[in-house]
């Protein structure tokens, strides 16, 4: 595991002279300089807990862009937090599959085994509370995150397990991958500091490959790269759906209708209209 920039405390102890170094380390590993302020952010919350003041001072001086520029991407996206998180970020899916799969009632469980709201952290400041969209992990419904890694097909017993072994500090694996790290451990990663364990655990589990398997069944394959692009074979499927908007609605369906592998492929179903149907005309 790679040590933790623990100089200054959360929520406004100070950046470290080795932090600064280390923004202006992922600055300069872009051509644009300022491509490199989401990971920068993520350095930040790494040493901070959370997205402070002079955080956004500091990227936005190295990246010679404005406070203000700054602070529009840290608030625009989620995984940036403005309020101190905990030693681990739980997240509950409670989009539509996930839902109607158990996670409304992980998430009501969860509020009262911690007592916590959403975006609340527990009083011994173990674990920020989140529901989260989706996760495009549907296929393991219902889906958590800790520190954004996955725990899949869970239960209200399992997850309240799950957050018992975290505030005691037991070793707690992804379902899919790693040993969990705390929160300020995962956000170094995600600030491109690597800790050498990104192959740990398993990837791909049987659910995300059902669909794979019945297509072979059925002796599905993709569309031959010049019927899907329309005569551009190099450019595949997005090209050839694009060059298709420019046809015409009767054109289209009768495309689609001629495969049903290639219909599943489309971006939207074929035009009786639908949205993709008035864009085509
Ligand atoms: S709805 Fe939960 S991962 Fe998609």
Same mark, same amino acid.
């Given at each position: 595991?790679?040590? !933790? $920039? ?10 470290? /002279? ?17 491509? #490199? +302020? ?27 862009? %404005? ?17 101190? !998180? ?8 409670? @989009? ?7 996670? /409304? *009632?992980?998430?009501?469980? +969860?509020? =009262?085994?911690?007592?916590?709201? @959403? /975006? ?14 989706? @996760? ?10 800790? @520190? ?6 869970? &239960?209200?017993? $399992? ?45 791909? #589990?049987?659910? %995300? +490959? !059902? ?17 899907? %692009?329309?005569?551009?074979?190099? +450019? ?9 908007? /420019? ?6 369906? &009768?495309? !689609? ?5 290639? *219909? ?13 149907? =008035?864009?085509?005309?």
């Amino acid at each position: 595991m790679t040590e !933790v $920039s623990t100089s200054s405390t959360t929520g406004g102890g100070g950046l470290s /002279d080795t932090t600064y170094d280390e923004l202006r380390l992922i600055a300069a590993r872009y051509p644009e300089a300022r491509s #490199g +302020l989401l990971p920068m952010l993520h350095l930040v919350q790494a040493a901070e807990g959370r997205i402070t003041p002079e955080g956004i001072e500091a990227c936005a001086e190295i990246l010679e862009i %404005s406070a203000a520029d700054v602070s529009g991407v840290a608030t625009f996206y989620t995984m940036y937090k403005r309020k101190p !998180v905990g030693d681990y970020h739980v997240g509950v899916c409670t @989009n539509t599959l996930c839902a109607v799969m158990g996670g /409304d *009632a992980i998430f009501e469980r +969860l509020k =009262d085994h911690l007592e916590v709201g @959403n /975006d609340e952290t527990t009083a011994d400041g173990k674990i920020t509370l989140e529901h989260i969209e989706c @996760n495009a992990a549907c296929d393991y419904a219902p889906v958590m995150t800790v @520190n954004w890694e996955f725990m899949d097909n869970m &239960t209200p017993q $399992s997850a309240t397990q799950l957050v018992d072994d975290l505030r005691t500090g037991a070793e707690v694996s992804s379902t899919r991958g790693a040993r969990v790290c705390t929160w300020r451990e995962a956000e170094r990663v995600l600030a491109g500091f690597p800790d050498d364990r990104a192959d740990e655990g398993p990837s791909a #589990g049987p659910a %995300s +490959l !059902v669909g794979l398997g019945i297509a072979r069944e059925q002796g599905w394959t993709a569309p031959e790269a010049e019927h899907a %692009s329309g005569g551009t074979p190099s +450019l595949g499927g997005r090209k050839g759906a694009a060059e298709r908007a /420019d046809t015409s609605r009767a054109e289209t369906e &009768t495309e !689609v209708d001629e495969s049903p592998v290639d *219909a599943k492929h489309e971006d939207a179903p074929p035009a009786k209209g639908g949205a993709k149907g =008035d864009k085509a005309t």
